[in-house]
């Protein structure tokens, strides 16, 4: 229950980064001045590297701790687990795609505008969403 706990702690944490990232991308490109873009880009960077990827790599390290133990020989043949599994690599990649846009903000490269990241700012949801029913309901 402990590797439970650790790994629910860590997730929370990863997705509040994952819902406040893009959010602070929307107000960066929003932004026109260079106190804001500053301060932005030192928010996100932060964020990224000190919240959200720490948060990531332990949620991760939990989950397939879980996984090897014991969750994978009770359910290895459950279709839930295995979409499950493949909404996590999704979300590994939105992250890794997040830290991108972090570099090209840091680097006056953005080429998005606040209405594309109100939107990206969506895809986390409605994978949260998912993941919960797949673990909780079970439903394949």
């Known amino acids: ?8 702690i860590f997730m929370v944490t990863w ?8 959010r602070l991308f929307v107000y960066h490109a929003l932004s026109d001045d260079k106190i804001s873009n500053e301060r932005f880009k030192v928010m996100e960077r932060k964020l990224f590297y000190g ?8 949620t991760l ?3 397939f ?5 014991y969750a994978w020989a009770a ?6 687990l295995h979409a499950k599994l493949a909404l996590i690599a999704v979300l590994v990649v939105y992250h890794i795609y997040c830290g991108k846009l972090v570099r090209d903000f840091r680097d006056d490269r953005n080429k998005h ?7 990206f700012n969506e895809l986390p949801v409605l994978i949260l969403v998912a993941i919960i029913i797949l673990a909780s309901v079970k439903p394949f």
Request: glycine share 12%; charged share 5%.
């Open 51 to 58: 919240i959200m990827t720490p948060g990531a790599i332990l």
């Open 113 to 119: 505008g606040h209405v594309y990241y109100r939107w």
């Open 75 to 80: 359910y290895a043949n459950s279709g839930w």
């Open 1 to 8: 229950m402990w590797l439970k706990a650790l790994h629910l």
């Open 61 to 63: 390290i939990f989950g």
């Open 65 to 69: 701790w879980m996984l090897s133990d």
């Open 15 to 22: 997705f509040a980064g994952l819902f406040y990232l893009p």
